[in-house]
């Protein structure tokens, strides 16, 4: 069973986990124009690579950022938002 | 081994017969580059050469032809999209299947088979509907059918499904087929190859060269090739593909899975989906039965196979077709699928001149295979986008103008 670690609940099956998508900052939706909004809504960077991405676990409603390798699924870190600079 | 057997067997007056030729060297120079020998990049270079008389055109293929999607498949061909612009493109390549033996010349075991969507909720009831009337009005068979005509069609399914989400109704597309995914692949390879096209194997494009916003030719494992035209026609590798000449796309890719049970006595004529389910099976003519579900629920680009996959398939078959119990699996593998926010692909120009995409080809391409070929041969041939494939440009994720298909597209491949 693949196991991944919520910061607050610790090692958990991943099936108990949700993704949310790769990390993206937000353009100034006032500001923009509709072609860097487009940007922003549709396109990615979809190569494979470590991804910063959103992960939700479920049970608990934590939302939280994975650090992942998107070619070999190797989960190589897990930290609440803003909290980046606290290496385990 | 007799000796006579072994005597004919080394004999020159009878080689072994082969698909395609496998020119050992490349040129310095093609009239245009095609990346990937899947399916599409294979019609699309017999069209090139059959119809539009370029003939001097490299299909560069990193792994083995019919690596991809193209042999990972699970072969469901059919045209009861949702909206216009798909229900008139699936179509069209329905109609090419149709006489594609004869053309190829071999046996694609085009089977037509009847395809149910099963409705088990009436918000799916009412999808369906919708998708019938748009169907019809274009032309193509198919209606929304109660329990009765399942029954009569597939009368080893179990509609109660054990009492827990009983079959309402379901959406019924008669010409709706399974064909040898293999045969397509090797049949137009061999067709361009014919032609004079070449093929190349365990050859990997690494970059691409563009002067002066023009592709001026393609890098490779093998050395540089000049060409002034490149199609990508490389589905799940697309993204990595794009970033060479920094082109962005909204192409998100998942794994796909797909397993086999041992090979049965004939039983289930039809192709059976069900949505609410997350499941999809035929029976292929060697008796396997061929069973899907839904996408892997994360991205990942690794053709890994798990567990909780055929644990979840198995589950819910038997809600369907509980006399199944005892069957084995006997394979399960996974593909690539490049996933478009509205479930529709992208195809034509790109911002790069010279480059053209046939991409986003998630986990419904297969049927496309030889519309994808015919009209991305004209795009490349004159430089303008088939009308067919128009609406399915890059750049209709920067105009707003998308071409929602997840209603048709999402479990039913
Ligand atoms: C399990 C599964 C079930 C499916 N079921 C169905 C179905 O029932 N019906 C349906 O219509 N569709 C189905 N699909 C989708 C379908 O398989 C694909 O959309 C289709 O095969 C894409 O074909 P293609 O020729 O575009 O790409 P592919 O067949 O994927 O070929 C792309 C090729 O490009 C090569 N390549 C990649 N990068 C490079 C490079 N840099 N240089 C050189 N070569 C490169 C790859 O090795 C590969 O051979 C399914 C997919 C999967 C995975």
Known sequence: MKLMRCPVNGWRPVQEFSYGGTVRPMPPPGECSDRQWADYVFHRSGAAAVKKEWWCHLASGVWFIAERNTSTDEILRTYLYGEDDHHE | ?413
């Open chain 2, 1 to 413: 081994m007799p000796f006579g057997l072994l005597r004919f067997g080394m004999s020159r007056r009878y080689p072994e017969p082969r698909m395609f030729r496998c020119p050992d060297r490349l040129k310095p120079h093609y009239d245009a580059v095609i990346i990937g020998a899947g399916g599409h990049g294979l019609a699309a270079a017999y069209y090139l050469a059959r119809d539009h008389g370029i003939r001097e055109v490299a299909v560069l293929e990193k792994s083995y032809l019919g690596a991809g999607g193209t042999g990972r498949n699970t072969a469901i061909i059919r045209s009861n999209y949702l909206t216009a612009e798909g229900v008139r493109f699936y179509d069209e390549s329905l109609r090419l299947f149709h006489d594609l033996s004869a053309d190829l010349d071999l046996n694609l075991f085009y089977s037509r088979r009847g395809h149910f969507t099963l409705a088990h909720s009436d918000a799916t009831l009412r999808t369906m509907r919708w998708r019938a009337e748009v169907n019809k009005h274009l032309g193509v068979d198919s209606e929304l059918v109660g329990p009765e005509v399942i029954r009569r069609e597939c009368p080893q399914l179990d509609l109660s499904c054990g009492g827990h989400t009983p079959v309402l109704g379901a959406l019924y597309h008669p010409p709706g087929a399974i064909a040898r995914h293999d045969a397509v692949a090797w049949g137009y390879g061999r067709a361009a190859s014919q032609r004079g096209v070449e093929i190349h194997q365990q050859t990997e494009v690494t970059g691409i060269r563009v002067q002066g916003g023009q592709v001026a030719g393609v890098e490779t494992n093998r050395g540089f090739v000049e060409t002034g035209k490149v199609l990508s026609a490389v589905a799940g590798y697309t993204p990595a593909v794009m970033e060479m000449v920094g082109v962005r796309t909204p192409l998100e890719v998942h794994p796909l899975q797909a397993c086999v049970s041992e090979p049965l006595k004939p039983w289930l004529d039809t192709i059976i989906v069900s949505a609410n389910l997350h499941l999809y099976v035929s029976q292929s003519s060697r008796g396997e039965l061929v069973m899907g579900a839904a996408l892997d629920p994360y991205e990942l680009h690794s053709t890994r196979s798990t567990l909780d996959f055929v644990e979840g398939l198995a589950g819910h078959l038997l809600e369907l077709f509980p006399f199944l119990g005892q069957v084995r699996v006997l394979r399960q593998w996974a593909g690539l699928a490049d996933m478009t926010p509205d479930f529709s692909p992208i195809m034509g120009k790109t911002p790069v001149e010279g480059l053209y995409l046939d991409a986003g080809w998630g986990t419904w391409g297969f049927k496309a295979t030889p519309v994808c070929g015919k009209t991305m041969a004209h795009t490349l041939a004159t430089d303008r986008p088939h009308p067919l494939i128009v609406p399915f440009r890059l750049s209709r994720f920067d105009e707003f103008d998308l071409v929602g298909e997840k209603g048709a597209a999402s479990v039913g491949h």
